[in-house]
């Protein structure tokens, strides 16, 4: 690893210190002018005495031990961290003086999330041996996806009692990227699938060896009518004009889309905050829902609409390869302001595509009733909620 010396290194006056430390100066000074004492001026005046030897004796310890050669060894970062996720930071800093140790020494790491520089907790080592290393840790917890900076570490030497404090900066500006929490969702997961299978076009006249029966459905026009349910569609109220239908699915080789809402008001609008919490659940529900998918077999594309109005559009079949790449994309992704961009694309893919439809919804039931439709299974905010199961912290 790499050691780096100081890029900024300076002494500060601790102003309580110094305004104690003129005062009994001034009041031994003063005491010394008078020829007859009464016992409490005697007393105050050996009390001020103390004061002043003790933060004068405490000012020079602070000043032999302040060491101009701190060092400190560069930190291993991850790339990459997902959020809520603990991240160990170890920082090393190394005392190279060969006569003087470091007294009361703290340091305090410096991160930076959306231009704000957040400082850590002090941690603190009554005393670093000459030609020895100190070692501080931080568990780092991102709350916020996106990109952040590991700016660098402040250290500080003192003494207690001492007017001067000297202060060192080591500056690293290591960025890594917080990609959304990683959600466990619940075994359940495959009957969302149950019933979503669309017709598109010419249907085989029976299933096939490896398909196996899913569910029934109502009859669409393109559906095979060998695979209608008779013992089920003579129940209906209005049989035969109404049908249900067997649905046949190979577990294997079914295409899953999965839309993501990113309709979000704008910051004055009431709801706002509301909507951008949901947002941030919804894209981490999302890619949860594609990784435990595409872990059984599904294939699965990713859509959704990003604030400059680009599409983010990815193909996972390969669960190790392609979510991190869906991770990265959504880090960097901002709210649409556009409410149709949505409702596009799932016109689109109703057009293009006979993959099973997943709409992850930003509106709870009695909302959003332009996203609805009929051949797509619209996952509103609760039902997202019921199907989490942990949140990985580690």
């Known amino acids: 690893m790499e050691i780096v010396a100081p890029t900024r290194s300076h002494t500060i006056?601790?102003?309580?210190?110094?305004?104690?430390f003129v005062l009994s100066f001034l009041w031994v000074t003063a005491g010394l002018t008078f020829v007859s004492k009464s016992p409490i001026a005697i007393v105050s005046m050996s009390m001020a005495s103390l004061v002043f030897c003790w933060l004068l004796t405490a000012s020079i310890i602070a000043f032999l031990t302040s060491g101009n050669g701190v060092l400190c060894e560069q930190p291993s970062m991850a790339g990459e961290i997902h959020a809520e996720a603990r991240l160990p930071i170890r920082i090393r800093i190394e005392n190279p003086s060969s006569r003087w140790p470091l007294l009361f020494l703290t340091?305090?790491?410096?991160?930076?999330?959306d231009g704000l520089i957040l400082p850590s907790p002090k941690k603190f080592l009554g005393i670093l041996p000459i030609r020895t290393i100190g070692e501080f840790e931080w568990y780092l917890t991102s709350r916020k996806r996106g990109e952040n900076h590991l700016l660098g570490v402040q250290a500080e030497t003192s003494f207690p009692g001492s007017m001067i404090q000297r202060r060192f900066y080591f500056a690293f500006d290591l960025p890594f990227t917080c990609l959304p929490t990683e959600y466990v969702l619940s075994s359940n997961i495959e009957n969302l699938l149950r019933g979503q299978r669309r017709s598109?076009?010419?249907?085989?006249?029976?299933?096939?060896?490896?398909?196996?029966?899913?569910?029934?459905?109502?009859?669409?026009?393109?559906?095979?009518?060998?695979?209608?349910?008779?013992?089920?569609?003579?129940?209906?109220?209005?049989?035969?004009?109404?049908?249900?239908?067997?649905?046949?699915?190979?577990?294997?080789?079914?295409?899953?889309?999965?839309?993501?809402?990113?309709?979000?008001?704008?910051?004055?609008?009431?709801?706002?905050?509301?909507?951008?919490?949901r947002l941030e659940k919804a894209i981490s529900f999302s890619v949860a829902l594609s990784r435990q998918l595409c872990e059984?077999?599904?294939?699965?594309?990713?859509?959704?609409?990003?604030?400059?109005?680009?599409?983010?559009?990815?193909?996972?079949?390969?669960?190790?390869?392609?979510?991190?790449?869906?991770?990265?994309?959504?880090?960097?992704?901002r709210p649409s302001r556009n409410p149709d961009a949505t409702a596009?694309?799932?016109?689109?893919?109703?057009?293009?595509?006979?993959?099973?439809?997943?709409?992850?919804?930003?509106?709870?039931?009695?909302?959003?009733?332009?996203?609805?439709?009929?051949?797509?299974?619209?996952?509103?905010?609760?039902?997202?909620?019921?199907?989490?199961?942990?949140?990985?912290s580690q």
């Open 13 to 20: 006056l601790a102003r309580g210190n110094t305004i104690a």
């Open 107 to 113: 340091a305090e790491l410096h991160t930076m999330c």
């Open 200 to 277: 598109v076009g010419h249907q085989p006249s029976g299933p096939a060896a490896s398909e196996e029966f899913v569910g029934v459905r109502e009859y669409r026009p393109g559906d095979n009518p060998r695979n209608v349910c008779m013992s089920l569609s003579t129940r209906l109220p209005d049989f035969p004009y109404q049908l249900v239908v067997r649905e046949f699915q190979d577990p294997t080789d079914s295409e899953v889309c999965v839309v993501l809402d990113t309709c979000v008001p704008p910051e004055a609008a009431p709801d706002a905050v509301l909507m951008r919490y």
């Open 296 to 333: 059984r077999k599904h294939a699965v594309r990713f859509l959704a609409s990003n604030q400059d109005g680009q599409v983010i559009d990815v193909m996972v079949k390969q669960p190790h390869r392609d979510i991190p790449i869906l991770e990265r994309k959504l880090s960097r992704l």
């Open 344 to 392: 596009s694309l799932i016109r689109q893919q109703e057009n293009r595509s006979d993959a099973i439809l997943l709409f992850v919804s930003l509106n709870n039931p009695n909302r959003g009733k332009r996203f609805r439709s009929d051949s797509s299974l619209w996952i509103h905010p609760e039902w997202q909620a019921s199907l989490i199961q942990e949140v990985k």
